[in-house]
């Protein structure tokens, strides 16, 4: 079946350290890729997102993301996480391409300890 | 402020009552959807629309009703809540005219049935 994997559900990492959030895709083609953050009790709120062409994609609060094709991954990195990044983290694709379907990961919950 | 709104934030329902999700987006977009999200699920694709008088079946549309009168609302209707429909609800909009095109979360609507 054609589905998102975030195989880690919860993560904890200090202030300060790198983080790296894993997400797999299963569909054949490349697809729309997202990540989104929610913070507790808040809507989802746009990382960064992946089309085509380069393969490393910059987001907002300091985030990036790497697509590779022959991994059919799409990881979100953090070179040094603050304590507000706390949230549940989401990746997403959109397989139509014409905005009508997202299918979402689990989710990843990202503890930051002071 | 542009986006879009969902009511009521909160609501508790008895089994077999109904109700009626808002949601209003001023954005002019043509897409709008409609997620759940369930515990260690991420969200899953209710409905969607991809203009006025244009709807289509998601993931899970069993138990839930949409029409599309108007561009800007999107209502989701619960005809016999069911405690299976205890949910965080999410509602989006997209332009979907370019690859460039994102989604814009409402803040949810928890819904409990009792």
């Known amino acids: 079946a054609q589905s998102v994997t975030q195989p880690d559900i919860h993560i904890t990492v200090s202030e300060g350290a790198s983080l790296e959030l894993r997400c797999n895709y299963s569909?054949?083609?490349?697809?729309?890729l997202f990540w989104y953050v929610q913070s507790p009790g808040q809507g989802l709120q746009l990382l960064l997102k992946?089309?085509?062409?380069?393969?490393l994609v910059q987001g907002i609060k300091g985030f990036e993301a790497e697509f590779k094709r022959s991994q059919s991954s799409f990881n979100l990195r953090k070179p040094s996480v603050h304590w507000s990044d706390a949230a549940e983290y989401f990746c997403?694709?959109?397989?139509?391409?014409?905005?009508?379907?997202?299918?979402f990961g689990s989710g990843t919950q990202l503890t930051v300890l002071p | 402020n542009a986006g879009v709104t969902q009511t009521p934030k909160f609501q508790v329902l008895k089994t077999g009552q109904s109700m009626t999700l808002q949601c209003a987006q001023d954005?002019?977009?043509?897409?709008m959807s409609w997620y759940r999200q369930d515990p260690g699920m991420g969200l899953r694709l209710i409905h969607y629309?991809?203009?006025?008088?244009?709807?289509d079946q998601g993931e899970v549309p069993n138990g839930y009703n949409v029409s599309r009168s108007t561009t800007e609302d999107f209502p989701l209707r619960l005809l016999s809540a069911a405690p299976s429909q205890t949910s965080v609800y999410f509602c989006?909009?997209?332009?979907?005219?370019?690859?460039?095109?994102?989604?814009?979360f409402g803040s949810g609507t928890r819904l409990t049935v009792v």
């Open positions: 629309s991809v203009g006025a008088g244009i709807t």
């Open positions: 954005m002019n977009h043509e897409y």
């Open positions: 989006a909009s997209s332009s979907g005219a370019s690859p460039n095109y994102g989604y814009t």
């Open positions: 992946y089309f085509s062409g380069d393969t």
């Open positions: 569909y054949g083609a490349t697809p729309y």
């Open positions: 997403a694709v959109d397989r139509s391409g014409s905005a009508r379907q997202l299918t």
